[in-house]
C-alpha cells in the first residue's frame, strides 16, 4: 500500500505571495490532518479533514485554508505569505479521526523571501 | 508552561545502552502517541496508546493515566535509532478539537 505523498517537496516564495501545498493519504484514509514544524515552536496542528469536511482547527490566522476531496486528497493554502511561514508542513493521514494512529508523508518544506 | 513536557531534550549515549525517553502531560487525553523523526524531516509512529504497555522489537511504551505520564525506552540501543522523539497528545474523552499536541522532542544520539 503506497505511503501518503505530499507535493510539491521544496518550494521558493517571497512575501505576499500564496502557495498550495498538496497531500495525498493512504487508500481507505479518510482523515487528513496538517501540521506545522518551525525550530522555535516545534509541531503545531493546523487542521484536520474528514469527509471533505474540516472538523478540527489549531490556532492559526484564517490566512492558512484547506480542504478535502472526495477521494480524501487534501491541499492546504497560505496566502499573504510572511517569513515566519517558512516551515516543514506535513500532513498525516488516519483511518477516521485525527486521533487514531496517524501516517505522516515526507513533508513540504516551504522557504518565504 | 507547556501541555506536554518531554525529558531529557537532548541525550547521547553508548550503543548498547538502555534508554528511557519521558513525557509529562497537564491535560485529559484519549490517546498519547509517540513518534520518530529522522534528520531530513520524515515522522514515523512508533505507538498510540492509551493505557498499559506496548513493545515492537527493542522499543517499548509505557503509560500512566492517572500520573498522567509515559515513558520510551529503547533496548540495546544502536547508532540507527538515532532520531528526534516526539511525545504527542490527543485531548479526550469526546475533546479531540485540538488535534495532537505536541512535546518539544528528544533528540536522541547513539554513539558506536
Known amino acids: 500500500k503506497a505511503g501518503v505523498t505530499q507535493t510539491p517537496r521544496y518550494l521558493i516564495k517571497t512575501r505576499g505571495q500564496q502557495v498550495t501545498l498538496s497531500c495525498s493519504p493512504i487508500?481507505?484514509?479518510?482523515?487528513v490532518s496538517w501540521y506545522q514544524q518551525t525550530p522555535g515552536q516545534g509541531l503545531q496542528f493546523l487542521f484536520e479533514?474528514?469527509?471533505?469536511?474540516?472538523?478540527n482547527k489549531g490556532n492559526f490566522p484564517g490566512r492558512f485554508s484547506g480542504r478535502q476531496f472526495s477521494n480524501s486528497r487534501s491541499e492546504m493554502n497560505v496566502s499573504t505569505l510572511e517569513l515566519g511561514d517558512s516551515a516543514l508542513y506535513l500532513c498525516a493521514s488516519s483511518l477516521n479521526h485525527g486521533r487514531d494512529e496517524q501516517f505522516f508523508g515526507p513533508g513540504t518544506r516551504l522557504t518565504v523571501l | 508552561k507547556n501541555e506536554v513536557e518531554q525529558s531529557p531534550q537532548n541525550l547521547t549515549a553508548q550503543e548498547g545502552e538502555f534508554i528511557t525517553i519521558n513525557c509529562s502531560y497537564s491535560v485529559g487525553i484519549s490517546a498519547l502517541h509517540w513518534l520518530q523523526q529522522h534528520p531530513g524531516g520524515g515522522i514515523v509512529s512508533l505507538f498510540m496508546?492509551?493505557?498499559g504497555k506496548k513493545k515492537h522489537g527493542r522499543l517499548i511504551a509505557t503509560i500512566n493515566i492517572q500520573e498522567k505520564h509515559s515513558s520510551l525506552h529503547i533496548t540495546a540501543s544502536h547508532p540507527r535509532d538515532s532520531a528526534v522523539y516526539i511525545c504527542?497528545?490527543?485531548?479526550?474523552?469526546?475533546?479531540?478539537?485540538?488535534?495532537?499536541?505536541f512535546g518539544k522532542g528528544t533528540h536522541l544520539i547513539i554513539q558506536p
Open positions: 496508546l492509551s493505557s
Open positions: 487508500s481507505g484514509h479518510r482523515s
Open positions: 479533514y474528514f469527509s471533505e469536511t474540516q472538523r
Open positions: 504527542a497528545v490527543a485531548r479526550g474523552p469526546g475533546g479531540g478539537a485540538d488535534g495532537l499536541t
